[in-house]
């Protein structure tokens, strides 16, 4: 038996000369792993550099000035949450995890903002913060869709099918930091633990630093490192919802840097893509193990409960 080669670029340019051949190539990478990884994406390199120049200077900002961009109220669902406030699902794992982000939301006309979708508070400190890291937001959203084509013609569902569930979908940018670790952090404390993400898809910029980290269902934890110009791919826990577990919401980690790399911070930037809060997310024909029907909104509520980002107690949060 030959070994597996796993994450192999796709390169995306394959999509416009042979879109069944692109569609076939990314759907066998999900089921194998639930993650691929996508070779010459269309995302500006400027648009990067300027998102990313804005999410350095954001974390360089004293506690008490990112602080005012946290709502204890908010589930961490738009603005900063600091250091602490995001752990594994598994309650044996609970030390907090080693990072501090910030969360990107979509822009709505103000007539349109309801209590999960908010606005997203404005970074005074930095002037070009909000539209350089809008931008980013907007260029991922634009990507996603595109990539939500392919899906649906992996997955043998009309072609716009994603389109109009996540127009105005409740999808979350967030830049995140891992500080660099002079000193060896407490045992069991992990820059991200293992978790899925709730999203549909996950576009991932920055894993090129590494300690991504993604759990094969051999039991194997396998590291991606893409090569620079690519970004990483993965299905979240709705998209594993709608398939009935066919396209796989894999646990995924970052660990720790080596020794060599312990003194660099690391700035990611995963695109959470969500369906509309309203969407049934109801099982396709093809689905592998049908689960009934929920709304994406109550779906969301249920998982970021799990994750502790929402207590049990405030779930009125979605009311
Ligand atoms: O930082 C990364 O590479 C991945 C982060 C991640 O998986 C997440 O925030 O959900
Ligand atoms: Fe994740």
Redesign the pocket.
Known sequence: MGSTVYFEPIPWGMWSEDPAGFAAALGASFRETGFAVVASHPVASEVIDGAYAASKAFFALDKEAKGRYHDPDGAGQRGYTPFGKEHAKDKSARLPDA?E?FHVGRRLPEEAWTAVMKPTPSVREIETFDDDTYALYHALDQFGRELLRAIALHLEVPDDLFDGAVAAGNSVL?L?H?PPQPNAPPPGAI??AA?E?ISVI?L?L??EEA??EVKHRSGEWLSLNPPPGSI?INCGDSLQRLTGGALPSTT???VNPTPERALFP?Y?S?F?LHFEPDFVIEPIPSALHPEPPITADDFLMERLTAIGLVKAAAKSVSA
Do not use: E, N
């Open positions: 990072k982000f967030r995140l891992y820059r991200a978790h993400d996950t991932l920055g894993a300690g991504l990483v995924h980690r970052v690391r990611s995963p959470f």
